[in-house]
T-cell receptor, first 115, second 116 residues
Framework: EPEVTQTPSHQVTQMGQEVILRCVPI?????FYWYRQILGQKVEFLVS????????KSEIFDDQFSVERPDGSNFTLKIRSTKLEDSAMYFC?????????????FGNGTRLTVT | AQSVTQLGSHVSVSEGALVLLRCNYS??????LFWYVQYPNQGLQLLLK??????LVKGINGFEAEFKKSETSFHLTKPSAHMSDAAEYFC??????????????FGQGTILTVHP
């Protein structure tokens, strides 16, 4: 069964550094999402992406964050200047259609640790 | 605006016992509701979803959930727990159709422990 893949599984970076988290959604999917989960807290929506542009973003997704689908297969989340509070598990998700018969598939996540 | 509340951050059952994980939601539109399971070091796997068809929804691994509009609940049950059910379970509500379909609001999660 096709799956969403995320790399790396764990990334350690220093505060102030830029980091790029990578995701390869399922190939025929059209809607893409990033979520994060700070340790011990809820999974939170960050951003949705469709037709090569951001559809919605949460208040967490400030101008330090950006997303891109550079080559038609990868979907990346960039954090420009990481802060300690960006330490979290980041999940990518995708779905083929924005309707109920199209399940949302999640990747296994990237654990980001900012030191 | 939408929200999800999962009652009980930890639930412990014996193998073979009934599993009941509680979820209440709040939604300003007719909700799409989901249960996801997360095993250690893995992503979120869809167990089942409610999409305004049958109110009793059957999912994978013997789980089911009943949508009760009057109680704004979507509790997850399994008649007989298995050791392999030990994981964290998340209830979530969707923002609607289109791109909002995948914009989920999650509950805080319930860790299920199954002991022999």
């Amino acid at each position: 069964e096709p799956e969403v893949t995320q790399t790396p599984s764990h990334q350690v970076t220093q505060m102030g550094q830029e980091v790029i988290l990578r995701c390869v959604p399922i190939s025929n999917h059209l809607y893409f999402y990033w979520y994060r989960q700070i340790l011990g807290q809820k999974v939170e929506f960050l951003v949705s992406f469709y037709n090569n542009e951001i559809s919605e973003k949460s208040e967490i997704f400030d101008d330090q964050f950006s997303v891109e689908r550079p080559d038609g297969s990868n979907f990346t989340l960039k954090i420009r200047s990481t802060k300690l509070e960006d330490s979290a598990m980041y999940f990518c998700a995708s779905t083929r259609e924005g309707q109920t018969n199209s399940p949302l598939h999640f990747g296994n996540g990237t654990r980001l640790t900012v030191t | 605006a939408q929200s999800v509340t999962q009652l009980g951050s930890h639930v412990s059952v014996s193998e073979g016992a009934l599993v009941l994980l509680r979820c209440n939601y709040s939604s300003s539109v007719p909700p799409y509701l989901f249960w996801y399971v997360q095993y250690p070091n893995q992503g979120l796997q869809l167990l089942l979803k409610y999409t305004s068809a049958a109110t009793l929804v059957k999912g994978i691994n013997g789980f089911e959930a009943e949508f009760k509009k009057s109680e704004t609940s979507f509790h997850l049950t399994k008649p007989s727990a298995h050791m392999s059910d030990a994981a964290e379970y998340f209830c979530a509500v969707s923002g609607g159709g289109g791109t909002s379909y995948g914009k989920l609001t999650f509950g805080q999660g319930t860790i299920l422990t199954v002991h022999p």
